[in-house]
């Protein structure tokens, strides 16, 4: 069984695969009508910032993943992303061990019970998420080769797999 620390790697070294064919820096941080004017840039900080929340929070257990730095570097430099996502990868593995997830509505605090690897495993999901939404701005983008499964969740292409055999 593949460990949740690959799929996320994985699914970030795609990413990277993606960001590194961007002809310029405008097409990473040029708004796209199809996004609400957001930006590949936008997205990929997002991706980002949970995981540095996740990786911060480690080492007390406390994980909030509202607390957000929103460095504007990270959605303006693709070359400056690439960098903190390899760093990412490299300090992502870690024992799995309880964690609190802390969360902020408008009237109260909330706190929730989860573990590690749980965590890694939302993170994964959520950059999935964000990198469907980066496929469409990059359907305006000529050239660019996409990995059949970027922005895809794996237990889907694990079922296109059945339905094709």
């Known amino acids: 069984?593949?460990?949740?620390?690959?799929?996320?790697?994985e699914a970030l070294d795609s990413?990277?695969?993606?960001?590194?064919?961007?002809?310029d820096q405008a097409g990473y941080s040029e708004p796209c009508k199809a996004l609400s004017n957001a930006t590949i840039g936008q997205h990929t900080r997002h991706i980002i910032e949970l995981y540095q929340c996740l990786i911060a929070?480690?080492?007390?257990?406390?994980?909030?993943?509202d607390d957000r730095?929103?460095?504007l570097l990270y959605e303006t430099d693709s070359v400056a992303a690439q960098g903190i996502i390899k760093e990412i990868?490299?300090?992502l593995e870690q024992p799995d061990k309880p964690v609190k997830i802390f969360c902020q509505t408008a009237d109260h605090s909330v706190c929730?019970?989860?573990n590690y690897?749980?965590?890694?495993?939302?993170?994964?999901?959520?950059?999935?998420?964000?990198?469907?939404?980066?496929?469409?701005?990059?359907?305006?983008?000529d050239n660019l080769q996409i990995a059949e499964g970027f922005g895809?969740?794996?237990?889907?292409?694990?079922?296109?797999?059945?339905?094709?055999?």
């Open 89 to 91: 990868q490299r300090e």
């Open 15 to 23: 990413l990277l695969q993606v960001l590194k064919q961007l002809p």
């Open 57 to 65: 929070g480690y080492q007390n257990g406390e994980i909030n993943y």
């Open 1 to 9: 069984m593949t460990s949740v620390f690959n799929k996320s790697t």
């Open 152 to 165: 895809v969740a794996p237990s889907t292409l694990q079922y296109r797999q059945q339905c094709a055999q």
């Open 112 to 114: 929730i019970e989860s």
């Open 117 to 141: 690897y749980r965590e890694i495993l939302y993170n994964l999901e959520h950059c999935i998420h964000h990198q469907a939404l980066i496929k469409v701005a990059l359907l305006d983008i």
């Open 69 to 71: 730095k929103r460095n």
